[in-house]
């Protein structure tokens, strides 16, 4: 994925489509939304409206409040092609700047708007269309990362590896397929509703499986293989596209990371306990709604596999914070001590994959990540906290500061990350890709919809459970 620094220079936003932001600085209209025109909205859902308008009441701080209005609605004025034909539901959504739709991206998009389903008709037949494409893109392959809206061929055709022409990028990446088993299976446990889970449906789960097993790499190295032309080493993947030698553990490989950089040591942990989470949630629905006892025990006995090995391998001690989880391993007993802030990380634990906030080794890794002794940790004059390989040094990403609030439970923590995202948006009343950590009118993508929703899943989590912070400002 190519990645650009802009420098804020004047109001006006640019992107893949119509839809980029445009930017009115918090200073000169603090009432005033950066949301298109009602006109130009894609999506349009009356229980979200309805959800803005309830949070922002409780909200006193003037610019939390129009970030919240700007950010949140985001996914759906900006990314989202939803049709219905003949009963037939189909939801493509674009990640932002980047005219494709990355499994992980989209079910995270639109994760904040779930709790709503069952109250709006459409907004329900979005989530039923997301389903529908997301099964469709996994049959189609199961390694690939991001898709076309069609067969149209991609900038990345000449990527070393068996592209299709419905793909847009094809990096092997364990959430890519562990994102629409949460989609789908908290879905149904919201509306009850079990219409989009048909024979087509259980074939990509079915493919979901297969491929984890395979990705075990217990007898060779299975078919997977990824190699670019490129000045950038994260970009491409070493031993002919397989990675490094990794030794078999019962753990599920790897090649890139979430950020879409490749991984050094195959065993991504925060990954592999993705992916523990969400066979567990495969047993469940197809326990209860295929009755196929065959596939359920495929499903339990790959996660008890995984369960064990985590617990056998996923942590040990660090010379510093005492037993912590490492972010990779490679099985020979080699670690990667870091963190990324992209989801799942290692901090997002919590978040994601059902480890307990205040799990003693989790608060190690915790303090670890959270310190510079990560070395994509960073401290500066606009912020504090954690970037990665993918767009580089010094640049952190509000991801990174939305996730340490949302797996906080200390109310000082969470106001100083409100602080920090209050002010590093450069006055675009957005979030970005990331910024640089002294001066956050240089950042990277004008238009990035996964970071604008969760900033207000995260303003929705504070009004649920602290919404003493909102009542005062910021």
């Given at each position: 994925m190519k990645r650009r620094i802009f420098v804020k220079k004047t109001v006006g936003g640019a992107g893949a489509m119509s839809?980029?932001?445009?930017?009115?600085?918090?200073?000169?209209a603090k009432n005033e939304t950066n949301r298109p025109p009602v006109s130009k909205r894609l999506?349009?859902?009356?229980?979200?409206?309805?959800?803005?308008?309830?949070?922002?009441?409780?909200?006193?701080?003037?610019?939390?409040?129009?970030l919240f209005e700007n950010c949140y609605p985001n996914t759906l004025d900006t990314t989202v092609h939803f049709?219905?034909?003949?009963?037939?539901?189909?939801s493509f959504i674009i990640?932002?700047?980047i005219n494709a739709m990355w499994l992980r991206d989209s079910t995270a998009q639109v994760w904040p708007y779930l709790h709503l389903a069952d109250r709006d008709n459409q907004l329900k037949k979005l989530f039923v269309g997301l389903i529908n494409r997301q099964a469709k893109c996994i049959l189609i392959d199961p390694y690939a990362n991001a898709f076309n809206f069609a067969a149209s061929g991609s900038e990345w055709k000449s990527d070393l590896t068996e592209m299709k022409p419905e793909l847009h990028e094809r990096k092997w990446e364990i959430d890519s397929l562990c994102y629409p088993v949460r989609l789908s299976y908290n879905y149904w446990k919201q509306t009850d509703d079990k219409t989009p889970f048909n024979?087509?449906?259980?074939?990509?789960?079915?493919?979901?499986?297969?491929?984890?097993?395979e990705q075990q790499r217990k007898e060779n190295k299975g078919p997977y293989h990824f190699m670019r032309l490129t000045e950038k080493q994260t970009d491409t993947v070493i031993g002919d596209g397989f990675g490094n030698p990794v030794k078999p553990n019962g753990l599920i490989c790897s090649t890139f990371r979430p950020s879409d950089d490749a991984t050094?040591?195959?065993?991504?942990i925060p990954s592999?306990?993705?992916?523990?989470?969400?066979?567990?949630?495969?047993?469940?629905?197809?326990?209860?709604?295929?009755?196929?006892?065959?596939?359920?025990?495929?499903?339990?006995?790959?996660a008890d596999t995984l369960e064990k090995s985590l617990k056998?391998?996923?942590?040990?001690?660090h010379l510093n914070y005492g037993k912590v989880y490492s972010f990779e391993i490679d099985g020979f007993g080699n670690r990667l001590y870091m963190d990324d802030a992209n989801i799942p990380s290692l901090l997002a634990l919590p978040y994601l994959s059902g480890i307990k906030a205040d799990e003693d080794i989790y608060l190690n890794t915790r303090r670890f990540v959270l310190s510079k002794d990560n070395p994509w940790f960073f401290e500066g004059k606009a912020a504090s906290g954690i970037g990665g390989p993918h767009v580089g040094a010094e640049m952190i990403w509000p991801m990174s500061i939305i996730m340490r609030a949302m797996t906080s439970n200390d109310d000082k923590e969470i106001i100083q990350c409100l602080r920090w995202l209050k002010n590093t948006h450069a006055n675009t009343g957005f979030m970005h890709e990331s910024f640089n950590k002294d001066n956050p009118e240089r950042f990277s993508r004008k238009w990035f919809a996964w970071a604008n929703t969760l900033f207000g899943e995260l303003i929705l989590k504070i009004h649920k459970e602290r919404k003493h912070i909102l009542n005062h400002v910021i």
């Open positions: 839809l980029a932001p445009t930017y009115l600085s918090a200073s000169d999506f349009k859902s009356e229980a979200v409206e309805q959800e803005i308008v309830r949070i922002k009441k409780d909200i006193v701080d003037p610019e939390i409040s129009w049709t219905e034909k003949h009963d037939e539901l189909d990640t932002g700047d024979d087509h449906w259980l074939k990509a789960i079915k493919t979901i499986v297969n491929t984890f097993e050094t040591f195959l065993y991504l592999n306990f993705f992916a523990l989470t969400s066979l567990r949630q495969i047993a469940e629905m197809v326990g209860q709604i295929f009755k196929n006892k065959p596939f359920i025990n495929q499903c339990n006995e790959l056998q391998n996923a942590s040990a001690n």
